[in-house]
């Protein structure tokens, strides 16, 4: 398995700023992923995070409104550019283990007001 | 393209009745499929994977599912069902590589009433 932690856990930001998640993983992992819960929804992924290369995107998230880094093999961030409030959503970091599971952070719970 | 359908976005039952909830996957290759669980304001956890060895799937807090190739379905079933049990529940697809992303479906919500 894999212990995951996300800060910060909520927050509550204003309209045209940003806010950066981290996310530390307690293990060396190759892929890491970030998605987006957006209220009563289900989870869509944003991008794929790999040590040492570029973000890949999924259709509909651009690198200048999520920008993420990836240093080393246990963290990650991803910042929220530019905040509007249909940014509000739970932002949820994952890894890939073995056996094709995936194993979530605790998610960040974000509001723009 | 992988896909998931969890039929049904809301599911009552009471305290001991069956729980059964419906997931339908599409997928050209043989799929690994997940379903989670996350509880009121807290992460997604791992209820059970099917990655093809048995058929049938026991995870835990006494849920099962049964992949079923010929129906393209992955339900989720318990016995009996707790109170604790009421959360969201999401079945969700691999793209069949080790390490890659996760297609879920929408969610269900499951209500437990005594």
């Known amino acids: 398995s894999a212990v995951i932690s996300q800060k910060p856990s909520r927050d509550i930001c204003q309209r045209g700023t940003s806010l950066t998640i981290q996310c530390q993983v307690d293990?060396?992992?190759?892929?890491m992923f970030w998605y987006r819960q957006q209220p009563g929804q289900s989870l869509t992924l944003i991008a794929t995070?790999?040590?040492?290369?570029?973000?890949?995107?999924e259709s509909g998230f651009v690198i200048d409104k999520f920008p993420i880094s990836r240093p080393n093999l246990t963290f990650s961030t991803l910042t929220v550019s530019n905040m509007s409030p249909e940014d509000s959503s739970i932002y949820l970091c994952?890894?890939?283990?073995?056996?094709?599971?995936?194993?979530f952070g605790p998610g960040t719970r974000l509001t723009v007001l | 393209a992988q896909s998931v359908t969890q039929l049904g976005s809301h599911v009552s039952v009471s305290e001991g009745a069956l729980v059964l909830l419906r997931c339908n996957y599409s997928?050209?290759?043989?799929?690994?499929l997940f379903w989670y669980v996350q509880y009121p304001n807290q992460g997604l956890q791992l209820l059970l994977k099917?990655?093809?060895?048995?058929?049938l799937v026991k995870g835990i807090n006494g849920f099962e599912a049964e992949f079923k190739k010929s129906e393209t379905s992955f339900h989720l079933t318990k016995p009996s069902a707790h109170m604790s049990d009421a959360a969201e529940y999401f079945c969700?697809?691999?793209?069949?590589?080790?390490?890659?992303?996760?297609?879920f479906g929408k969610g269900t919500t499951l209500s437990v009433s005594s």
């Open positions: 293990s060396q992992v190759t892929m």
């Open positions: 994952s890894v890939g283990k073995r056996e094709y599971e995936q194993f």
């Open positions: 969700a697809v691999s793209e069949g590589q080790a390490g890659t992303a996760l297609i």
């Open positions: 099917y990655t093809s060895a048995a058929t």
């Open positions: 997928s050209s290759v043989p799929p690994y």
């Open positions: 995070a790999n040590q040492g290369s570029e973000a890949t995107y």
